[in-house]
């Protein structure tokens, strides 16, 4: 079974501080971890993705994410938040051979106070 | 920028009735997926394609729910009958795997379902 953990429902932050939304997870195999966002009454957008490589890896709108296969993590960090952050994350997980559709998480809500 | 296009956006219906969701994926897509949405669940996987085929579908209440794939164009998810506890928003999203490897996944701006 795959699963995923973000173990805060709410993340409040200041404008200009920097950010970090946390995501553990659960695998067979080598992970492919992606974060979504979803902002009100919409669909959920693509932010990034970790398949192989580099621990650290870069996404849209600044935001960053950073592999931990030790600690089965996979942060999504940001150095400086904006109001306009503020929405719903989610991070996902599948396995590598694709037979499983992707896992999500609970969701956690950024709040950007300027 | 290509987009995964689902209609209605809005659906509101009595108890009982048939309810059709459509979903075009992107084309050249050749996975697609059919979640649901809700306060309580979050995000539940209710369907998943390869190629038009169902890899999973466990996630599905089999007694009301079907999902298909007509075409390499066209997703459906029906619910017959409806029932007020099958209302959420209902998402689609389609990506390319190839071979195990992904290029990611694109979100439709997904159907909400009102079950009156």
């Known amino acids: 079974a795959q699963s995923v953990a973000q173990p805060e429902d709410q993340v409040n932050v200041a404008e200009g501080n920097p950010l970090t939304v946390k995501c553990t997870y659960s695998v067979s195999g080598n992970p492919y971890l992606f974060w979504y966002v979803q902002y009100p009454n919409r669909g959920l957008q693509f932010l990034l993705k970790y398949i192989t490589g580099d621990n650290l890896v870069k996404g849209s709108y600044g935001f960053e994410a950073e592999f931990n296969k030790s600690q089965t993590s996979f942060h999504l960090k940001k150095p400086s938040a904006l109001v306009s952050d503020s929405a719903l994350y989610f991070c996902a997980v599948r396995d590598w051979t694709g037979r499983r559709a992707l896992t999500f998480g609970s969701g956690t809500r950024l709040q950007v106070q300027p | 920028d290509a987009r995964v296009t689902q209609t209605p956006r809005h659906k509101v219906t009595e108890m009982g009735q048939e309810v059709t969701m459509r979903c075009q994926p992107i084309?050249?897509?050749?996975?697609v997926f059919w979640y649901r949405q809700t306060m309580m669940q979050g995000l539940e996987l209710l369907a998943y394609?390869?190629?038009?085929?169902?890899?999973?579908d466990s996630g599905m209440p089999k007694d009301r729910f079907s999902a298909e794939m007509p075409d390499a164009t066209l997703a459906t998810l029906k619910i017959q009958p409806s029932e007020p506890r099958d209302s959420a928003v209902y998402f689609c999203?389609?990506?390319?795997?190839?071979?195990?490897?992904?290029?990611?996944?694109?979100f439709g701006s997904g159907t909400r379902l009102t079950v009156v």
């Open positions: 084309l050249g897509h050749n996975t």
């Open positions: 394609f390869r190629n038009r085929a169902p890899l999973d």
């Open positions: 999203a389609s990506g390319l795997v190839v071979g195990g490897s992904n290029y990611g996944y694109t």
